[in-house]
Structures are given as structure tokens and as C-alpha cells.
């Protein structure tokens, strides 16, 4: 993926909502991408983790024991639990087919970021984390 590519896609991330572009840049720039392939295992359930994700390219699976509980595409995060809470992973990750990530450390979170971007961020990742508990208690209620 060119940069081109890279600063057209992370406009469109949902965890990059209301940043100015010069400090998205800043953050992929000090970020990490991640290759991974088909059946790769990114994280298991109940380890700790100092990373949180977010597809770029391909698609994975987010799995309880070995029950496929949501599939992740371009755009979505996953790992940001492990991230702000520093408790173990709830679930596991799998690649379910070549995929790209954009990797966030807790590093680079904590100590590399403005204030303004972090509590951005953070704000982002509650935003996120406030939609799947919707959506859950939608499909528990039905």
C-alpha cells in the first residue's frame, strides 16, 4: 500500500474520526503495519495485550472458544479493550483470509500522542465500543 493509498484510507477510519490529517499522519507514521495470512492467529483469548488494531485490507474473524462472534472488514478495530483497560483479551483474532493492519502500541498511545489527539482517540474507541454493546443487546433481546 503507497502512502497515497494509506493517507486516502485512514480518512475513512473510524478511529481517526476528528483529527486533523497532519496528526493522523503523525500517528501512522509512528504506527506499525502488520502483513498477516490466511489463518494466522493475532492474539488469543485470555492473554494480555499492549496493542489494539485496525483492518486496512482483508478480513478477521473474532472468536469466543471457537464460536465466530464477528467478522471485521476495512475500517474496523478490534484489540482496543486490551489497550485501555490492560485486562486480558476477551477473544481471540484470526485472519480469515490475507489481510493488512494498522497496529497501535500502548507505546505509542501513552507517550507519543498530543492530549488532544489521545482523549480524541479514546473518545473514538468508547464511540466504537458504545455500538457493539447496542448491537448486542439488540440481537440478546430478540
Known amino acids: 500500500m503507497n502512502d497515497t493509498q494509506m493517507r486516502r484510507l485512514v480518512k475513512e477510519l473510524k478511529l481517526f474520526q ?4 497532519e496528526d ?7 504506527g506499525l503495519t502488520q502483513r498477516v495470512v490466511k ?3 493475532l492474539f488469543h483469548e485470555g ?4 496493542q489494539m488494531y485496525v483492518v486496512l485490507g482483508g478480513k478477521i474473524g473474532i472468536f469466543k472458544k471457537q464460536d465466530l462472534i464477528a467478522t471485521l472488514h476495512v475500517g474496523d478495530m478490534f484489540g482496543e479493550m486490551a489497550l485501555v ?3 486480558v483479551r476477551s477473544a481471540s483474532a484470526v485472519a480469515m483470509e490475507d489481510s493488512y493492519l494498522f497496529v497501535l502500541s500502548e507505546t505509542i498511545f501513552h507517550k507519543l500522542m498530543t ?4 482523549i480524541q482517540i479514546l473518545m473514538n474507541i468508547v464511540h466504537t ?3 457493539r ?8 433481546a430478540h
Open 18 to 21: 476528528g483529527l486533523e490529517q
Open 24 to 30: 493522523v499522519i503523525k500517528i501512522v507514521s509512528k
Open 39 to 41: 489463518g494466522e492467529v
Open 47 to 50: 492473554t494480555s495485550g499492549n
Open 85 to 87: 483497560s490492560q485486562e
Open 115 to 118: 492530549k488532544r489527539v489521545s
Open 129 to 131: 465500543l458504545s455500538t
Open 133 to 140: 454493546l447496542r448491537e448486542m443487546n439488540a440481537k440478546l
